[in-house]
């Protein structure tokens, strides 16, 4: 029997370990599907992959890299850099690879969780669950997917042995991944076409490579680092000031991305195609200096046509014209608000962690569940972001998570939130979303499907680090473990 399983090794399962292990915890264990570590970075490894948070702040505070060689890492060195953090703190002999988790239930006649896994049965006294939101690819739901007689890539589940070079190549969606991949695409297919359903707010890429001289000065005077990563910091929670309190402030963005795409698409029918009429932000806005320049090219068409159905030979659009296509790419993103693993983790009275993430049941800072004790998620309901770094919010997260697991492990306690608690703070969360930017009117993957915002913390994360700053007494239900229920 183990303290604590902790499910997946990406960013948040190997900042768990870390923190876990730096308050005494050391009988853990982190079990992960794959058979290696790094969550979404590992899996995103489509060409042009790349983190639209500067890494200065998309990285643990307590593992800064000074050499970053870009200002916003592309997915290889952020790859490396989780390598790197388990490698440095001793993680690898704790993750068992290859294990699949399957189904985590509560046993309330051992006080105790059971995992199953690929690997067999495992109990564990407390769970972290990290298997990340951007974690399982979203399929289309589209009439003839598998009738399609070529390659069918997800930008998620690459597979570098497809060869686009000199082929006709279809892309489906124009979200975060896509913008990435299609220039990488346009430079070899003999024909791309790419299928738009919405066209995304696009702004400038102000990314560049790291001069020597700051990755020098960032290894001796560490502090310059950490002043860089504040300076990023209080830059990007400007954005609620628009995001949040006044979606109207959008419309400064708006205006330079109008500008940014009159400059970079000349031809005012394809400019009309590519203008959103939606709020700035209501969808990720998006960051690529060489997105537009690629839809210029002769061998690219923009297919704004809605599709019908893909057919053995391509993709029929609505307009009744079939565009032939060698291979297909998704670019359809992933099954945030719909995750499979919600529906495999039950707690007390059956019900599962889904139906938080689903908006039917209460969650205590994005993070525990009443009825399920000793059971934490991270990068859980609600604390997901528009404009900053998860890493930011993960680290928050453990904080709390920390302290209520080290409490519940010392004195022998199921730990979790009372149902009042929970209630008060999924009612703090859903009275701010109205009139936040992401409740305008697009639809994203933000919402779930009757539309209310389970994704997104609807504040200052500053004021997120505050709540969860350590574990409230007040705020749980203690009990024994293995015996009667204490409310206190
Ligand atoms: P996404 O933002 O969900 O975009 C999916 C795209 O597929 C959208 O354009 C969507 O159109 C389209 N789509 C979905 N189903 C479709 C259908 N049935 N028919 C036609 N089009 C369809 O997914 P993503 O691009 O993978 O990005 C997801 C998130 O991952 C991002 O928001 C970001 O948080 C993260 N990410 C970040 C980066 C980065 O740091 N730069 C890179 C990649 C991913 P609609 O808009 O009409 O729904």
Redesign the pocket.
């Known amino acids: 029997m183990i303290d604590v399983a902790i499910v997946g090794a990406g960013f948040a399962g190997l900042g768990a370990a870390v923190r876990l292990r730096e308050a005494g915890v050391s009988n853990l264990v982190i079990f992960e599907r794959a058979n290696d570590l790094g969550g979404t970075w590992r899996d ?1 490894v489509y060409p042009g ?5 500067a890494s200065n702040l998309y990285s643990f505070s307590f593992a800064p890299n000074p050499d970053w060689s870009n200002t916003y890492s592309y997915q290889p060195e952020i790859w490396r850099y989780l390598r790197d953090v388990a490698a440095a703190n001793d993680l690898n002999d704790l993750i068992r690879y290859g294990h699949a988790v399957t189904d985590v239930a509560f046993d309330e006649s051992t006080s105790l969780w059971r995992l199953t896994t690929s690997q067999g049965p495992v109990l564990a006294r407390a769970v972290v669950l990290a298997v990340g939101a ?1 974690a399982e690819p ?1 399929r ?3 009439a003839g997917l598998d009738s399609f007689t070529g390659p069918v890539l997800h ?2 589940s690459w597979d570098a042995a497809v060869e686009f070079c000199g082929r006709r190549v279809g892309v ?9 991949v299609v220039p990488h695409l346009a430079a070899t297919a003999k024909r791309l076409s790419i ?4 066209p ?1 707010w696009i702004l400038p890429h102000e990314g560049h490579r790291v001069p020597a001289r700051t990755r020098w000065l960032y290894r001796h005077l560490p502090g310059r680092q950490r002043l860089a990563r504040l300076t990023y910091y209080l830059r990007r929670e400007l954005l609620v000031l628009g995001f949040v309190k006044n979606p109207q402030r959008m419309s400064v963005g708006e205006r330079q991305a109008l500008d940014f795409l009159a400059d970079q698409i000349p031809d005012p029918h394809l400019r009309a195609r590519l203008t959103p009429t939606y709020r700035m932000g209501c ?2 806005v ?2 690529s200096n060489d997105y537009y320049p690629a839809l210029r090219r002769d061998s690219v068409a923009l297919i704004t046509e ?2 019908e159905r893909v057919v053995p030979e391509g993709i029929r659009s609505t307009d009744g014209a079939v565009h032939p296509l060698d291979v297909l790419v998704l ?4 099954r945030v608000t719909d995750h499979p693993m919600g529906a495999l983790v039950r707690g007390r009275a059956g019900a599962t962690v889904g139906e938080a993430l689903s908006g039917d049941l209460a969650h205590y800072l994005g993070t525990s569940f009443p009825g399920f004790p000793n059971l934490y998620m991270l990068a859980g309901p609600n604390t997901g972001l528009g404009h900053s770094s998860i890493i930011y919010m993960i680290e928050s997260q453990l904080n709390y998570v920390v302290d209520a697991i080290s409490t519940a492990l010392t004195r022998r306690l199921l730990v979790e939130p009372t149902a009042l608690a929970a209630r008060h703070w999924t009612a703090r969360v859903r009275d701010q979303l109205p009139s936040t930017i992401w409740a305008t009117g697009c ?3 933000y919402l779930t499907e009757s539309g209310l915002n389970t994704t997104i913390w609807p504040d200052f994360t500053f004021r997120f680090r505050r709540a969860t700053r350590g574990f409230r007494l007040r705020d749980h239900r203690l009990t024994p473990a293995g015996q009667g229920s204490v409310e206190r």
């Open positions: 995103n992959c790349r983190c639209d948070v951007l979203r289309p739901d589209i930008t998620a489906i969606g124009t979200g975060a991944s896509a913008i990435q299928f738009q359903r919405t995304p969808k990720r998006l960051l809605p599709i670019a359809t993103g992933f639809s994203s993957w």
